[in-house]
């Protein structure tokens, strides 16, 4: 019995090249929170915001992308409720519910929009996955800093200043990362 990888087709993304099993999926789903969490702690502090620049929306991004919508869903909402009940992997070893929390559900909503858009291709060039990257991105901001407002009790211009503004650079670092490691990953296991 050959546990071979089978070729690529549309309509796969990339965990579906491994061989089809529950257990593929559990631990698929397990590891992409775990890694979600992992990438928060990379957190640095940004003067006059109250949520750190972390690397924990590349993680959700690569994790929706990677595994498609119904398992990158899965693993940012296990990820979600497990640092909602009390597992320190939030940005900077934190759990429960802060003014960031917004960022968080947004990334469950990226997660299922990328998944979605690499089932159709959308990871396996360069200019597709930039798109993808903006959407995701849009997506967790949309969520993400009105959440900021309400939370903090900021309006929605300081909400920007606070929650939005101070990441675009490193977001759009985090993105072009992304766009390298996925279409790359592709061209590799074509060979």
């Known amino acids: 019995m050959s546990t071979a990888v089978a070729p690529a087709r549309t309509g796969q993304?990339?965990?579906?090249?491994?061989?089809?099993?529950?257990?593929r999926d559990i631990?698929?789903?397990?590891?992409g929170a775990?890694?979600?969490?992992?990438?928060?702690?990379?957190a640095v502090p940004v003067?006059?915001?109250?949520?750190?620049?972390?690397?924990?929306?590349f993680a959700a991004l690569l994790v929706g992308t990677g595994l498609g919508a119904r398992r990158g869903v899965s693993a940012l909402v296990l990820y979600a409720l497990a640092g909602l009940a009390g597992v320190p992997w939030f940005a900077n070893g934190t759990s429960g519910v802060s003014v960031s929390f917004g960022y968080i559900l947004g990334m469950?909503?990226?997660s299922a929009a990328v998944g979605a858009l690499a089932r159709r291709g959308a990871d396996r060039s360069v200019p597709r996955m930039a798109g993808t990257?903006?959407?995701?991105?849009?997506?967790?901001?949309?969520?993400?800093?009105?959440?900021?407002?309400?939370?903090?009790?900021l309006s929605v211009s300081a909400a920007i200043a606070a929650g939005l503004t101070p990441f675009l650079i490193?977001?759009?670092?985090?993105?072009?990362?992304?766009m390298g490691v996925l279409p790359t990953a592709w061209k590799f296991l074509k060979r």
């Not at 775990?34 to 990379?42: H, P």
């Not at 003067?47 to 929306?57: A, L, R, Y």
């Not at 990257?133 to 997506?139: F, K, S």
């Open 13 to 23: 993304v990339l965990a579906d090249l491994l061989p089809a099993s529950r257990v």
């Open 27 to 31: 631990t698929l789903v397990l590891g």
């Open 34 to 42: 775990a890694l979600t969490g992992l990438a928060a702690q990379i």
């Open 47 to 57: 003067p006059g915001s109250p949520v750190p620049v972390t690397g924990q929306t």
């Open 108 to 110: 469950i909503l990226a």
């Open 133 to 153: 990257m903006l959407v995701g991105e849009a997506i967790i901001y949309a969520v993400g800093v009105p959440y900021l407002a309400y939370a903090a009790d």
């Open 170 to 178: 490193g977001d759009a670092l985090k993105a072009a990362l992304a």
